[in-house]
């Protein structure tokens, strides 16, 4: 394998999966009790703030009771040992709302569709740790105004830091997509945009997913064993 300096990593739902975190599009998945327009567009948050609030109060609680599992730990020592030895950048861009793989130790981590403990004042533009709920409208610590929205990026929403995502997708000799079905843009682009680079490519998931075409390597099988695996082989070379 060619020396491998810079990598760049994505994370979906299903590398949450094993934390007990239910993931979109699987048959008990989100979307199945809650349809996206309706929970997850600024249009459905105008229509019904409530249950909005409602649902992502719900993923708050749940984030907060679910721990980081074997894949995120294994994330979290090659982030640790990349910085040691020098080896080179490593990013790990999330579309996962929870804290994981901070919890796990990552320090690298960059959460494209925004995180389920954060809140964002409609009014004064200020974002906010959170843990409690929303539902009631509490008052923004900053400004004062009942005006706090989940800090998601929701369809139709540009997702953050776009610029840093490409700057590392373009510099990475690798690029490895975990757990996730390739159903949304841009993070499903990723991939090709980082082999028009130069990238090798890897996909770790459950199943074949809607990118999968475009990968070098597929592995398929749980997070928690794969991710383990493929970290170790990086470490050896
Ligand atoms: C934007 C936060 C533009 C919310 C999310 C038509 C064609 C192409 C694109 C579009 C189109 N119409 C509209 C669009 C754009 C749209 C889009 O892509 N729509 C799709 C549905 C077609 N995208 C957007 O709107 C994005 N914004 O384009 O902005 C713009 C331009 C200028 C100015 C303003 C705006 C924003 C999208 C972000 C939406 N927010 N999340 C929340 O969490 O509630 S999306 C959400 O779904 C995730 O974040 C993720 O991105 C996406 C897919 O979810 P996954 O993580 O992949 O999870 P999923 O369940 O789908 O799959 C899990 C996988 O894990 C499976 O493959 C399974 O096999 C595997 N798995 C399960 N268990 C395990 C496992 N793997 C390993 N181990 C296991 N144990």
Redesign the pocket.
Known sequence: MAEIRNIAILT????S??SGLR????ED??WEDYPIEE??TPQGFRRDPDLVQRFYDA?RENVLAAQPNAAHAALARLDAEWAKTERGELLIVT???DDLHERAGASRVLHM??EALSAWCTACDARHPWAGTLRDGPPCPACGAAALRPD????????YQMERIFAALARADLFVS???????????GFVQQAASHGARTLE????R?QGSQWFDESRLG???E?VPAWVEEVLET
């Open positions: 979906g739902a299903g590398i999966a094993e993931t979109f599009r699987a998945g989100l929970v997850a993923r579309q996962n709302i569709h925004g998601i990026v929701w369809f139709g929403e540009m997702p975990i757990g996730t079905s390739g159903a949304v843009y841009p993070a499903a770790l998931n459950l199943e997913s749980p997070a928690s794969l």
